[in-house]
């Protein structure tokens, strides 16, 4: 009997340790590689679990304050910063914890320290209680993520300026706080700290929030941050950001070069992040780095050099954690000679604000941008029952539609549990179902749900609630 393959995974994120797990279960003899003390990266520890943690308060703080209009009253939230990054923690303990424990449970060598390659089939690991361990390995997965990127001439090292994982901390509670970046994290973290008390000014270099999604999906989140900010400034840039006064002093260029200078108790900045490819040692491989940092690699993960693959953020956009999950099992089944490719019709998106918006497929901006033809089915849930139960009329389904085959091509959504509505619009499209498709399958009432439904409905020229006569 041949022995088991030895996979070496650098990187125990989202991507990493879905890997690891893949390939332990595949009878592989793994050893997952990280410089935190368990699984998890960036999405458990700094990222995804701890900020949606704080969009639920932030939701349930937002609520409490508009029971009123519903004859409750609860009287104004009070904030218990301690207790609330105590319970915040206690979520990230569980979750790494219960990561650890399935790792322990596969029997995954889990070494704690920095990896550096020294060949194509060996890792040194300089441990972080200074030992130093050599891996030798048949395979290897590349897996370490991404990090904050920042302004040009703008430090994190200065006392005012956060990244989203000092923000996360919220050590305290600034009065007011820039937002740098109308992307996802500047909308997620900015909402938090507006429903905690901070006063919220947001900068965004283009003409609108979320670049490239679609804009009536944007303006249904446009409107409500309008009301919990205190401005969005489109167009505007920041120029530089000095110490003033125990603050920071801002220089922001607005429209038609407009030049103004605001004090803030602190700034963030979100702007993006960028691949974390400067991996010691991966200049001593055919390994291939583009100009903006990402590895290059072929549909089954595998980089130019044979014994090295790379997933998640490493390898490009979109940057988000169940694209790696997905590519690390892609990665492991391709190591384990399977035929698998990562070539997916629809990677879902989701901007967990509130109200939340979601995506997947073709968007209609993309569609506009690349000359192609499609058709647009909108149900506003102005006409859905639940949503008005729920006091939730702003929100809008769409479907974007093949007008020749009438598949579904993608689908977006604006409102409340949005990120769990898009999973039927990735469903739909990559099994190539069309709105009859949709239409035939019942839906429960009354839910949310039900507005995919009827924006199928929409397109046939049948909806119940919205009189839309299909045009011949």
Known sequence: MSEPLRLAVIGAGPGGYTAAFRAADLGMRVSLIDEAPQPGGVCLYRGCMPSKALLHIAKVMTEVRGASEWGVEFGEPQVDLQRLRTWKERVVKKLTGGLAQLSQQRAI?????????????????????????????????????????????????????????????????????????????????GSVYAALGTEISLVEMTSGLLPGVDRDLVSVLARKLSR????????????????????????????????????????????????????????????????????????????????????????????????????????????????????????PAV????????WCGLTETQASREGRKVAVSRFPWAASGRAITIDQPNG???????????????????????????????????????????????????TLSETILEAAEVFLGQSTHVYRPKHK
């Open 351 to 358: 901007v967990f604000t509130d109200p939340e918006l979601a």
């Open 228 to 347: 919990d900010f205190k401005s969005l400034n489109l167009n505007t840039s920041v120029s530089e950001v000095t110490k003033g006064d125990n603050r920071a002093q801002v220089t922001l260029s607005g429209p038609d070069n407009e030049m103004s200078t605001q004090q803030f108790d602190a700034v963030l900045v979100s702007v993006g992040r960028v691949p974390n490819s400067n991996i010691d040692g991966l200049n001593q491989t055919r390994v291939e780095v583009d100009t903006r940092g990402f590895v290059s690699v072929d549909t089954q993960c595998r980089t130019a050099e044979p014994s090295l693959f790379a997933i998640g953020d490493l390898v490009g956009e979109p940057m988000l954690a169940h694209k790696a999950f997905h590519e690390g099992r892609v990665a492991v089944d391709a190591i384990a000679g399977n035929d698998a490719k990562f070539e997916p019709m629809a990677i």
């Open 396 to 446: 809008i389904t769409k479907l974007v539609i093949d007008p020749d085959t009438e598949q579904v091509l993608g689908m977006g959504i604006a409102g409340a549990g949005a990120g769990e509505l898009i999973a039927e619009g990735v469903m739909a499209i990559e099994m190539g179902a069309t709105p009859f498709d949709i239409k035939m399958s019942i839906h429960p009432h009354p």
């Open 109 to 189: 060598n889990y070494i704690q320290g920095r990896a550096t390659l020294v060949n194509p089939h060996t890792i040194r690991v300089d441990g972080a209680n200074g030992d130093v361990e050599t891996v030798s390995f048949d395979h290897a997965i590349l897996a370490t993520g991404s990090r904050p990127a920042c302004l040009p001439g703008v430090s994190f090292d200065n006392e005012y300026i956060l990244d989203s994982t000092a923000a996360l901390e919220i050590r305290k509670l600034p009065r007011n706080l820039l937002v740098v970046g109308g992307g996802y994290i500047g909308l997620e973290l």
